[in-house]
Every structure is written in C-alpha cells, then in structure tokens.
C-alpha cells in the first residue's frame, strides 16, 4: 500500500560494520512481510538488498540499497548501507534519507571500526537511534559482556526491549512482560529500565509515576517515540536473522515504536547559499507546496540516471513541478518510483515523509532541495570522511581521455567520497577515495559499466619551490637575424615572503629604461618560471620579484624579447637565492584502539611525523591528533589497516608547506632531473 499521512510512514537505515548481517536482517523482514517468497542467500546471491554483479562477485554490499513494505498498518522504508570502512560513504548517504539508524552489531564479532563511526555519525545527523544485536545463536558469544561493552562505549540511553531465551532460539519482550526467565538478565529489572527511560522523556509523565500511578502500555508506547528522538532511550534488540529469530518483534516495534516523519525534527532548508541566510525547519506536512532533498544519485541499468527523493512537505506525483537551488527552470517528476532492490514500481503519489525516485533527471545533484516555490531553497546532507587514498589513472587506450573523464565524472555524482581533480601542475588525472578497496571497486563500476580500462599508479607529491634570501639577477637578450632584431636587458631583484604569500611582481624603475608597456612581458617571463619551477620542476610560490633596471633598444625591443629576458633573469636570480622545496604537511587525526597507541606513534616518527595531541574516547579508544609530510603518508590507509588489524581509521587534510629537509630535497631534485632527461 502506498502510506496517506506521515504518521503511516517509518524510515529506517540499517547500519553497522561489514559481516553484521544488515543484508540478512532486510532479507529476514521482506521476507517475513511477504515481500519474497524465498529466503535469500548472499552467497548464492539471491538478495533483495545485494543485487548488482560488483555485490554478487564481492559477496558484500558495496551500494546503498532500498526496499519497502507493510507492517501492522505502516509502510516501512528500509535502507540497508555497506558495512565495510571503505564504503562508509554509502552509509553516510542513508543517513539524509531516514528517521531512525539501526546499530547491527555481530555477537561473534562485538564492536568494530564503523559500529563506533556510524552509531556516532547518526547522533551528529540528529536521528533516532536502535542497536540491534545479531547472530545470536552462534556459539561461544559473550552477550552480557557485549552488552555491557555497548553501554560503556556508547552510553546508559541503551535498553533492551527484549532478551534472548533458549540458548538463542527465541526472545521474550520485556516491553510488555514484567517477569519471565532469559539466558541473562532479570525480565523485570529490565522492564523497570526501559519504562524509566521512557517516561524521562515526557515531564507530565514522570509526575504521575512519581506520584505512584501506573502507567498504561498504551500511553508509554506512544512516548516511546519521543524517548528515542530525545535521546533518553537507545533501544536494544537481539535477532538471529538467518533463523528468523526476533524478526517479528522487531518489525512490531519498527511499525509501533520507532518515530515517524510526523515525530521526528523537521529537516532544515536555506533561503540561499550566504552564511547569514535564513534557516528554516520544514515540518513533514502534506497540504504545504512541495519541498523534497535527494539524498542519492545512483545509476540504474534500464532507467538511467535515478535520484533518491526525501519528501519533506507537501505531495509529490508524476505531474508534480519544482525548481532546483536558485534556479527559476521548472522540471516536472515524471514518475514517482518505489524501489524495491534492483526493481522500481510506479506509485500514484508520495506524501511527505516517504521516500521516492526521480529517473533521467539530469540537473539533479546530491544534497538538492527540490522546490515548488520559486524563492531559492538550499539544504544539506550529513558530511561525509574528506577521501585521501589516492591514485593517478591513465587511459590503457589511447584516446579514451574523454570518455574516462565523462565516466569518471558520473561515479563521483553518484559517491560523496569518491573525487576526481585534474592536477595541472603534475598534469595527472587524481582519483580519491577511502581506501584501496573503494578504488578498485570505482574502477571495477567502470570497466563493467562504461568498458574502460585505465592503468594505476601513486600520484606525484605536488610539491613547491620557493627562495630563503635576496637575491639579485640579470640578463640580456640580444637576437639578430639579419632583419629586424629582438633586444631586451632585465635587472631584478627576488625577495622571500612570509609562507602563505604566494607571488608578488613590482618594480622600481627610474625614468625610461624599460618602456612600461614592455612590463606586462616581463612579469609574463617571470610567471612562466613560477608556473614551471627553476629547481625541479614544481611551481613556485611566497616570493617577490622587483624590476630594478634595464635597457631596450628604439627599434629591436619587442615583447618577446623582454618576455625572454625576463624569464632567465629571474631563473639567474633564483640561482644565487638560496632555493629550497616545499612540501605539502597534513594535519591528520588517527583513531585507534588504545593499545596501538605506542605502534602508531613509533610508525608516525619514522615517517618525520609528530604527534601533537591525544584523546582517550569511551571503549578504550585513543584519537591521535599528528603532523606529518603528504609524501609520507599518501598510502597511510595499508599501512594503518596493517597495523591495526583493519581496526584503526583516520582523517587527513592539508596544513601547510614546510621545507623538505636536505637529504631528500637532493633525491627529489636527482628524480626530477631524471625524469626529464627521459621525457627528451
């Protein structure tokens, strides 16, 4: 059924570390639903969720997916997000569509890097939260210890909403029942629990049970909602997904719990792009003009290019019409999609709070409001990990430079982590992700999708040359050909400037010596240097160059000739000034758990790498706030994952330029003048 109100409509994001189970865990609801008729299997790869070949071949999830169904009167809206780090994007992506993040944890496995990530990214994104804890039958799992490492790590708001029973084979809800026998834990301790927590939420509430008075089940399920919302409450659940264990109970408290578009904070819009523009909250109402985000761009095989659509206010339908950012074009919807998996299903209308696709809309980007009114309307989605693993690609065809930049071009629109630059300066095409998986599998999209083969290698540091002295320089240019002649004598003095200065061009001259119009020649010579490099080859910045003097000739002076002089009087200048490489310093924030802490500061000062700081976070981890050259670190993601057993994470983001110690300036220098040499 298609929902008529935001209150018939729950959106729900299943998060958590690769092998959780979120696969099996939507495969399970759709399944119990009467969705499927058959129990899929990731290995056989027969999922609703896991549907593209790249996610068959990997036997994981490397896209968000989507699917919905019917429950006790709701239409839920499931989003399942992969799990392994280097997809984290995807799941970052999920969160600007739903209400509600479910935490899947793996009892075998406890918890890993992006339990931590993605339960603290949901909390920053304002959303309701639920833990579910899977894979509850297998053998030799901790669960109370498990559980009191999730509470300790993520904080008293988690209750359980129900307990395993029979070794795992089934659970007993401790909403309802005030007593009853589990593997562990007292039922009516917890049950005590979770309606104190509850009732925390709503202040007339927590009087009348002061008071003594009982509260009704009814009552404390309607303020379950608003608990989860405000934070007091983080529900817990325990499932075996693959044996249908608390799958029931689950959906029952998805569809009677968990709040709904109506419940949950309204999203917040621009009036414009200016920081002194006006927010507005858009509340999930449906008799107001349509406002909408699309959260996702994706590419389907047999539609085209498909945005995933948030309704935040109003009614969409295929003849619906809206403008986009600031723009006063009108596009019209077309038609409102469904999705389920890798299928897409026509619906009449979508009202606010439900989620949709838009297909073969072009002018449609991540993070656009979609806008009946024509006053501009801007928005935001959850920020997402700046991608640092890079590589420098080339076509293995030539020719194909276009098509790769097109290809490449539609991967980045449909992955907020995965970028593409143009370096001009080291003159390579620069593809970033989050790690060496997430680039092999970009890469692999482009092979099956687009045919097109590229050859990989690390990209060249981009560093810069600069002077640490004054410097004077001279030279004269003098041409005869038989005809008319080229004449041009530059003097000019360089000056080093403080760091971050960039490049400035003056002159001091007296009288005519150099006739001004030959000016704007000179200070092009000098920029063809600081674009190029007098040392090795990289551009030069936080100089000053001064013309002091000169000499033309009435009749041979020309432009090119004052450009020539120019040029290698400044490269004369720069010879005497002391010249020394820069080299790009990040600023990079390592988390880890706190045992490796002596491994990475040990690896970081092998790398001319300096700590600067360090924080003890809740679960026993550390947050290393370092320093350190872009050179060596450019491949930090391996060695990290080596490190830490694929446990560590990071953030990296340019600082500054510092000089590059003597030793290995030479070698850069040597390396440059050898690749020129081969380039002849």
């Not at 309204?266 to 909250?281: K, L, N, P, Q, T």
């Not at 003009?289 to 085209?304: H, K, N």
């Not at 992955?415 to 680039?439: A, K, P, W, Y």
Request: a negative charge; glycine letters at 10%.
């Amino acid at each position: 059924m298609s929902a008529r109100k935001p209150q018939e409509i729950r959106n729900i994001a299943l998060l958590g570390h690769g092998g959780a189970g979120k696969t099996i865990l939507a495969e399970a609801m759709l399944h119990k639903a009467g969705v499927t008729n058959r129990f899929g299997s990731i290995e056989d790869g027969t999922t609703v969720m896991d549907h593209t070949d790249l996610e068959k071949q990997s036997k994981h999830s490397v896209d968000p997916a989507m699917a919905h169904f019917d429950h006790d009167s709701k239409t839920i809206n499931l989003i399942d997000a992969p799990g392994y780090p280097d997809f984290i994007g995807g799941a970052i992506s999920a969160l600007g569509g739903t209400d509600t993040a479910v935490i899947v944890v793996s009892a075998p496995a406890g918890i890993e890097v992006n339990t931590r990530k993605l339960f603290n990214a949901a909390g920053e994104a304002g959303l309701a939260r639920a833990v579910v804890i899977n894979k509850i039958d297998a053998e030799n799992i901790d669960l109370p210890g498990l559980l009191g490492a999730l509470v300790e790590t993520f904080g008293p708001a988690l209750k359980c909403v129900n307990l395993p029973a029979d070794g795992g084979k089934k659970v007993i809800d401790c909403f309802s029942d005030d007593s009853g026998s589990s593997d562990f834990g007292d039922v009516g301790e917890t049950h005590t629990q979770l309606v104190e927590s509850i009732i925390e939420a709503d202040e007339e509430m927590m009087e009348a049970y002061l008071g003594g008075e009982e509260i009704p089940a009814d009552k404390l399920g309607g303020a379950f909602a608003g608990a989860m919302i405000s934070g007091t409450v983080v529900p817990v659940f325990f499932t075996a997904a693959r044996e249908q264990v608390g799958m029931a109970e689950l959906a029952d408290a998805i569809a009677n719990f968990f709040p709904s578009p109506a419940d949950a904070a309204g999203r917040r819009i621009r009036s414009g792009e200016a920081d002194d523009a006006e927010d507005v909250e858009i509340a999930a109402d449906t008799d107001k003009p349509l406002i909408a985000q699309a959260f996702r761009i994706t590419a389907d095989p047999f539609v085209g290019k498909l945005s995933w659509i948030r309704i935040l206010q109003g009614t969409m339908t295929g003849d619906s019409t809206f403008s986009l950012r600031d723009e006063r074009k009108h596009l019209k919807a077309g038609h409102v999609l469904k999705i389920q998996g890798h299928e897409t299903v026509e619906a009449d209308s979508a009202v606010a709070g439900d989620i949709v696709a838009l297909a073969k809309i072009e002018e449609i980007r991540t993070g656009d409001i979609l806008h009946a009114e024509s006053n501009p309307m801007f928005g935001s989605i959850p920020p997402a990990p700046t991608p640092m693993y890079s590589l420098a690609v080339t076509p293995k065809s030539r020719g194909d430079e276009g098509k790769i930049s097109e290809a490449l071009s539609r991967l980045a629109e449909e992955d907020i982590t995965f970028r593409v630059v143009r370096d001009n300066q080291t003159n390579e095409t620069v593809i970033s992700g989050i790690g060496d998986l997430h680039l092999r599998m970009m890469l692999k999209k482009m092979s099956d999708r687009f045919n097109l083969e590229v050859e990989t290698r690390t990209p060249k540091i981009p560093y810069r040359e600069s002077i640490t002295t004054k410097a004077d320089g001279h030279y004269r240019h003098k041409k005869q050909t038989g005809g008319a002649g080229q004449f041009g004598e530059v003097y000019l003095r360089v000056e080093p400037l403080e760091q971050g200065s960039g490049f400035e061009f003056a002159q001091e001259l007296f009288g005519e010596s150099i006739p001004r119009q030959y000016l704007p020649a000179i200070e092009k010579g000098v920029r063809d240097v600081v674009a190029t490099g007098a040392v090795a080859g990289f551009a030069m910045q936080d100089l000053k160059v001064i013309i002091t003097d000169g000499k033309h000739h009435p009749v041979d002076s020309k432009e090119v000739a004052f450009r020539t002089a120019g040029k290698f009087a400044f490269i004369d200048a720069i010879q005497k000034a002391k010249a020394v490489l820069l080299e790009p310093i990040v600023t990079m924030e390592i988390t880890v758990p706190s045992q490796f802490m002596g491994d990475i500061a040990g690896d970081l000062s092998g790398r001319r790498g300096r700590i600067l700081g360090q924080d003890m976070l809740p679960g026993g981890i550390v947050s290393i706030s370092a320093q350190a050259p872009l050179a060596e670190v450019v491949q930090y993601n391996s060695q990290l994952r080596s490190v830490t057993g694929g446990q560590g994470s990071y953030t990296m983001e340019f600082s500054h330029y510092d000089p590059v110690p003597g030793n290995v300036q030479q070698q850069i220098i040597a390396n440059a003048q050898k690749a020129k040499e081969q380039d002849k």
